[in-house]
């Protein structure tokens, strides 16, 4: 079975560019989740998608970053404008559904550093 | 809302000795706990999970964790560490949002 894939892997931008972020999860899988991790810090959830619609993105700064589920598959996650503070892994994972016993699949993670 | 605490920032241990990492977390209800790894440059790898049943749940990779109420506690355990568990451990926890983490522990091992 096929894991989350993410890419690109890594991404180097100057601040004030844009960037975006591509992740594939699970087959079948249902829910989707975008991850930041700053280096030495655990990951902080971003935004949570069921199906193709928004569950919450209550932690999502929203005059910078958007992320969207068109098609209930595929997700893009971009940021604009970048700040220095946005240098940090981006992590994308499923679930099968929302379900608390559920396992949460990570992607390998797209590492942004903002110059 | 729930959080978890992993007091240490950084173990170092011997190749063969034994591991605890420890977790405390905050939540109101039994939470669903995990433990996962994450290896330089990869992503998260679910170690193992607790929902509820026995409170000693054994993972991958020879890892078990028990869960005490008690002391809202789910440390990590490996009886004989191995170089290549050398990595950064996260426990998480799961109330009525998705997985809340820990700041993590990084495992250094030495020879």
């Known amino acids: 079975e096929a894991g989350v894939a993410q890419s690109p892997r890594y991404k180097i931008i100057e601040k004030r560019q844009s960037v975006a972020f591509w992740c594939n999860p699970i087959s079948g899988h249902a829910t989707l989740y975008w991850y930041q991790q700053i280096l030495g810090q655990g990951p902080k959830l971003l935004i949570q998608f069921q199906n193709n619609g928004v569950v919450d993105d209550s932690q999502l700064p929203k005059d910078r970053f958007s992320a969207e589920r068109l098609k209930g598959v595929d997700s893009t996650l971009k940021i604009q404008p970048a700040k220095l503070e946005d240098s940090a892994v981006y992590l994308c994972?499923?679930?099968?559904?929302?379900?608390?016993?559920?396992?949460?699949?990570f992607g390998e993670g797209s590492w942004l550093t903002v110059v | 809302a729930q959080s978890v605490t992993q007091p240490d920032i950084h173990i170092t241990v011997s190749e063969g000795a034994s591991l605890e990492l420890r977790c405390n977390y905050s939540y109101g209800a039994t939470p669903y706990l995990f433990w996962y790894v994450q290896s330089p440059g990869q992503g998260l790898q679910l170690l193992l999970k607790?929902?509820?049943?026995?409170?000693l749940v054994q993972g991958i990779k020879g890892f078990e964790a028990e869960f005490k109420r008690s002391q809202s506690s789910f440390n990590l355990r490996k009886p004989s560490v191995h170089w290549s568990d050398a990595a950064e451990y996260f426990c998480a926890v799961r109330g009525n949002t998705p997985l809340v983490f820990g700041k993590g522990t990084r495992l250094s091992v030495i020879a």
């Open positions: 994972a499923s679930s099968p559904d929302r379900g608390f016993g559920n396992t949460i699949y």
């Open positions: 607790y929902f509820s049943g026995d409170t």
